[in-house]
């Protein structure tokens, strides 16, 4: 079995990757909304299925700043309490 070695700027964005993710399911906890919340989480689950493939470093940081923009737009009380790394 072949295993692809991280470069130390690939595992720091992989673990910026999952914290984001990991806030953004957590935040998603205080949509009062069960349906909503489900909505949520879905498109947050797609959204992050939808760009896993990207490995260029650059590419991958244009993204995770979009989409903590997005994050804010959406569960805006987020920001309030974690603010962004």
């Not at 999952?18 to 879905?42: F, G, N, V």
């Not at 991958?60 to 974690?82: C, F, I, M, N, T």
Request: without cysteine; aromatic residues 8%.
């Amino acid at each position: 079995m072949t295993q692809f070695k991280l470069s130390l700027k690939h595992f720091i964005l992989k673990q910026r990757v999952l914290s984001l993710y990991r806030t953004a399911i957590r935040a998603s906890r205080a949509i009062p909304d069960r349906a909503t919340r489900k909505e949520t989480i879905e498109w947050v689950r797609t959204e992050f299925e939808r760009n896993k493939h990207i490995t260029n470093p650059d590419l991958v940081e244009d993204k995770l700043r979009a989409g903590r923009r997005e994050l804010e737009q959406v569960l805006p009380y987020r920001s309030q309490r974690h603010p962004p790394p």
